[in-house]
């Protein structure tokens, strides 16, 4: 499963380039790939995702549990998409950072959680968009039909506005450097390059294409990659408590999960 010819190496060290050119190659030239029956098919990641979840609204029981975890989110997109600055503040404004719109609600206004985060794990293939909380188990339904909403809304009912674009670009942008602060956080950088093929200007260019991204791209970005029915929420909690109030949700009936942990 692990060959050469498929691996970059990245060192980041206090030492003359020849110098950990040398130590590479004593360490890794003997390495060959072994011959294996195993069929693996390195493009499967890659194929798109069902039209529709599996799972609308799944339960994984836990009695007695005093709070929910709950998770929305669907595969979304690649990490090679031209919108992904769009992303990046789109997600900031939607559960990214502490003055979100999430968290001012659940957390802030309705007092339904600690915080509440959203992300885009974006990868070769099409990767996932989710937002994740703890809640407690009364206001398990009252929560997620908060998150949905708010969801729905920057999608369709509420875009982001001029003001929210550049509150978000300042986060973003003044927080970019202290990704590049210690020799691991370079090094995870430079692998970045490499698994996605991105140019060798990229961090430099990254600031000033983010600069450039206008609400109306964040609001297009938010219609095409946050589609609320093809969404899975998925909850952890004591289902005897909440079962009750799940089909105010709109949802479908909840189907019971049996994770084999």
Same mark, same amino acid.
């Given at each position: 499963?692990?060959?050469?010819?498929?691996?970059?190496?990245?060192?980041?060290?206090?030492?003359?380039?020849?110098?950990?050119? /040398? =130590?590479? #190659?004593?360490?890794?030239?003997?390495?060959? &790939?072994?011959?294996?029956?195993? $069929?693996?098919? *390195?493009? !499967?990641?890659?194929?798109?995702?069902?039209?529709?979840?599996?799972?609308?609204?799944?339960?994984?029981?836990?009695?007695?549990?005093?709070?929910?975890?709950?998770?929305?989110?669907?595969?979304?997109?690649?990490?090679?998409?031209?919108?992904?600055?769009?992303?990046?503040?789109?997600?900031?404004?939607?559960?990214?950072?502490?003055?979100?719109?999430?968290?001012?609600?659940?957390?802030?206004?309705?007092?339904?959680?600690?915080?509440?985060?959203?992300?885009?794990?974006?990868?070769?293939?099409?990767?996932?968009?989710?937002?994740?909380?703890?809640?407690?188990? /009364? =206001?398990? #339904?009252?929560?997620?039909?908060?998150?949905? &909403?708010?969801?729905?809304?920057? $999608?369709?009912? *509420?875009? !982001?506005?001029?003001?929210?674009?550049?509150?978000?670009?300042?986060?973003?942008?003044?927080?970019?450097?202290?990704?590049?602060?210690?020799?691991?956080?370079?090094?995870?950088?430079?692998?970045?390059?490499?698994?996605?093929?991105?140019?060798?200007?990229?961090?430099?260019?990254?600031?000033?294409?983010?600069?450039?991204?206008?609400?109306?791209?964040?609001?297009?970005?938010?219609?095409?990659?946050?589609?609320?029915?093809?969404?899975?929420?998925?909850?952890?909690?004591?289902?005897?408590?909440?079962?009750?109030?799940?089909?105010?949700?709109?949802?479908?009936?909840?189907?019971?999960?049996?994770?084999?942990?």
């Amino acid at each position: 499963m692990f060959a050469p010819g498929g691996s970059t190496l990245v060192i980041v060290g206090d030492r003359p380039e020849q110098e950990l050119l /040398d =130590v590479a #190659a004593k360490i890794f030239d003997p390495w060959r &790939a072994a011959a294996s029956t195993m $069929a693996i098919d *390195r493009d !499967a990641a890659l194929l798109p995702p069902p039209s529709l979840p599996e799972v609308k609204i799944g339960v994984v029981s836990r009695p007695g549990a005093a709070q929910s975890e709950l998770r929305i989110g669907h595969a979304c997109a690649p990490r090679s998409t031209p919108d992904y600055p769009a992303l990046l503040l789109l997600n900031t404004i939607l559960g990214g950072d502490f003055v979100s719109r999430l968290n001012l609600n659940l957390r802030e206004a309705k007092g339904y959680t600690y915080g509440v985060r959203t992300g885009f794990s974006l990868r070769r293939g099409i990767g996932p968009f989710a937002m994740h909380t703890s809640v407690a188990t /009364d =206001v398990t #339904a009252a929560a997620l039909q908060e998150a949905h &909403a708010e969801i729905h809304a920057i $999608a369709n009912g *509420r875009p !982001a506005t001029p003001a929210e674009v550049a509150e978000a670009f300042a986060s973003v942008s003044k927080g970019y450097p202290r990704g590049f602060e210690t020799a691991g956080q370079v090094a995870r950088s430079v692998a970045q390059l490499a698994l996605h093929n991105l140019p060798d200007t990229y961090f430099e260019e990254f600031v000033p294409k983010l600069a450039r991204i206008t609400a109306d791209d964040v609001s297009a970005a938010a219609r095409q990659y946050l589609t609320t029915g093809k969404m899975t929420t998925i909850i952890v909690g004591d289902l005897d408590k909440i079962q009750s109030s799940l089909p105010a949700l709109g949802l479908g009936p909840h189907q019971v999960l049996t994770p084999d942990l």
